[in-house]
């Protein structure tokens, strides 16, 4: 007994040196231990805090809460960026939280990060910069796409009938980057996403189509759709931006490896999941999932942890903020992003509520 009494305290004191927050939930969604780095996100101690349900301690509903019950009920892990910890208690705490189950089955552990630390610059601040930054290139690279759109069109008078796809192709990806350019020009960014009733199939296939044009020419690309999916309240330029950043790293992993190319494009009814609609607030039971799979070499573990981040990046050409982006969009839309990975491959599954307007 003595002995176990060490290993415990031992453990205890390893977890309170964690520079992450650490908490365990079970199946009824009480809280059996906290770290002393969750501690302070949660405002309480650990006498305070064991035995309560989360929704005693954050806003009934949480985002935390939506996260460990997609683990209870779905297995797995599940990493979320962007995550607001809410409660009558708290001021508003962004932060990156991963949930897994324990081996026994029955408890949730969640890590916790906060985007910002002590004494570290304002986002706003540093959006502020990046909007100035995206004006100046905004005026730099207006001009360009400007021309290149209009030589499209002047090549479209003349084009054979088989050029005429990949010419509207260009006008129709020339008026897209123009108009998200002009949205970071007013100030606008991926937080903010104007939304509307949107067939996520059709988005998909502008994405499918446009990355068998450019990055899949010899990859399989395989469609499994369920038909019978409603339309949802989102931004089509968002998520075609999220499709295709995840598409297209699809694509490149399998080049890696040059053995079996095939990306699988599926969308499902995900019974289960509780998210918030973005449009009215509503909390709902369901989502609808996009997954993204590839037969590629898989994501390491050590990437795995980081690759949300904004500006990291395992490519030697790579600006590291595609998938931040992804992140970014499904927050913002009310949803998450799950990866699995293994020998197999990579996949990306995109959760976001069900619903439009006419709900």
Do not use: W
């Not at 008078?157 to 192709?169: F, G, M, T, V, Y």
């Not at 994405?207 to 044009?213: F, P, S, T």
């Not at 759709?225 to 694509?251: G, R, T």
């Amino acid at each position: 007994m003595l002995t176990k009494s060490l290993d415990d305290n031992n453990a205890a004191n390893v977890l309170d040196n964690l520079p992450v927050g650490v908490l365990c939930v079970d199946s009824n969604y009480q809280i059996s231990m906290v770290n002393q780095m969750a501690e302070n996100l949660l405002g309480r101690s650990l006498s305070l805090l064991r035995g309560k349900r989360l929704d005693e301690v954050l806003s009934k509903g949480s985002e935390l809460e939506t996260l460990v019950a997609t683990v209870h009920e779905n297995g797995g892990s599940v990493s979320v960026r962007g995550l607001k910890l809410v409660g009558p208690t708290l001021s508003v705490e962004e932060v990156s939280a991963s949930a897994a189950l324990s081996l026994d089955t029955n408890t949730v552990v969640v890590s916790l990060t906060p985007l910002r630390g002590p004494g570290e610059a304002d986002p706003k601040g540093q959006s502020a910069t990046m909007a100035e930054v995206a004006r100046i290139l905004g005026h730099e690279v207006k001009n360009p796409l400007a021309g290149m759109m209009g030589a499209a069109q002047l090549l479209a008078r003349k084009a054979r009938d088989d050029q005429q796809a990949l010419l509207s192709l260009i006008k129709e990806e020339g008026g897209r980057i123009g108009r998200i350019l002009d949205r970071f020009v007013a100030f606008e960014t991926f937080f903010r996403p104007r939304l509307a009733p949107t067939n996520v199939h059709r988005v998909l296939g502008e994405v499918v189509e446009l990355c068998r044009a450019s990055y899949a020419h010899n990859i399989e690309v395989e469609i499994r759709y369920d038909p019978s999916l409603p339309e949802v309240a989102a931004d089509p330029d968002h998520l075609h931006e999220a499709f295709l950043n995840l598409m297209k790293n699809a694509c490149e992993a399998i080049s890696e490896t040059g053995v079996g190319d095939r990306v699988i494009v599926e969308t499902r009814y995900r019974p289960g999941v509780r998210l918030t609609n973005a449009e009215n607030g509503n909390k709902q039971r369901g989502a609808f999932e996009v997954s993204i799979c590839d037969n590629g070499p898989g994501i390491p573990a050590e990437v795995q942890e980081q690759m949300f981040s904004p500006f990291y990046t395992t490519k030697e050409s790579g600006d590291g903020v595609g998938l931040a982006v992804v992140a970014e969009i499904l927050s913002a839309h009310g949803g998450f992003v799950e990866v699995d990975s293994g020998e197999g491959g990579a996949c990306f599954r995109l959760l976001f509520p069900l619903g439009s307007r006419q709900d």
